[in-house]
Every structure is written in structure tokens, then in C-alpha cells.
């Protein structure tokens, strides 16, 4: 039971890559996916998340260039990534876990919330 993300590369800044975070085990249709990102020598931080009734939140350095949607019937949420920047250079996991805005910019501090937690998926911007 946990949830496997995939689709990252290496692309030139400006660039795009769509994510993919497949469930297995369970539906992704119930509560919340939320992605998350770890740079090189950084904490891990909140990215985006949607929930079961639509609620989508994303964190300010990613709003207007990151698309977060949902797919049920493939049982998989995406996480498309334009206008790439070098600062998006990181690993990317998603788990499941509330989708509430202070929660996703504050992810140290409420990290206990998320689970079903997989691989995640390097993405490289270059300059």
C-alpha cells in the first residue's frame, strides 16, 4: 500500500515534465495526494496537493507554473511543471495526507500527517 511517483528527467530551465503518482493498494479517490520536493542538501517542502472535493493548494514559488490534477479512473494524480527554474531541481514524492495550505508550507512541522509514502523522482533543471 503506498503510492509510487515517476516521470522526472532532465530538462533545460524553461522547460516541462509531467509527474505521475500511481496508488497501489488503495484509491487515491479517498482524502488528500500531496507532492513534495527535496533539493540537494535542503529539508523536504510541500509542492502541491489536491483533495477528494477539489481543493487544490500549491506553494507560492510554484503557483502559475505548476498544475496539479487527478485521475480516478487511472488512480493516479499528476503534477504538471512549467517554466521550469534551476530551484526546481530535487527529488519529488508524493503521499497522502490533508490538503489544508499552512499544513503544505509547513511540512517540518506537521510531516506526521503524511503517509504511504514511495520513491520519489529525480528532476533536474539545468541553466
Known amino acids: 500500500v503506498q503510492l509510487q511517483a515517476s516521470g522526472g528527467g532532465l530538462v533545460q530551465a524553461g522547460g516541462s515534465l509531467r509527474l505521475s503518482c500511481v496508488a497501489s493498494g488503495f484509491t487515491l479517490d479517498y482524502g488528500a495526494t500531496a507532492w513534495f520536493r527535496q533539493a540537494p542538501g535542503k529539508e523536504r517542502e510541500g509542492v502541491a496537493c489536491v483533495s477528494s472535493s477539489d481543493t487544490i493548494r500549491y506553494t507560492e514559488s510554484v503557483k502559475g507554473r505548476f498544475t496539479i490534477s487527478g485521475d480516478g479512473a487511472k488512480n493516479t494524480v499528476y503534477l504538471q511543471m512549467d517554466s521550469l527554474k534551476p530551484e526546481d531541481t530535487g527529488i519529488y514524492y508524493c503521499?497522502?495526507?490533508?490538503?489544508?495550505?499552512?499544513?503544505?508550507?509547513?511540512?517540518?512541522?506537521?510531516?506526521?500527517?503524511?503517509?504511504?509514502w514511495g520513491q520519489g523522482t529525480l528532476v533536474t533543471v539545468s541553466s
Open positions: 503521499a497522502k495526507g490533508p490538503c489544508i495550505g499552512p499544513i503544505l508550507n509547513n511540512y517540518q512541522e506537521y510531516r506526521a500527517k503524511f503517509g504511504n
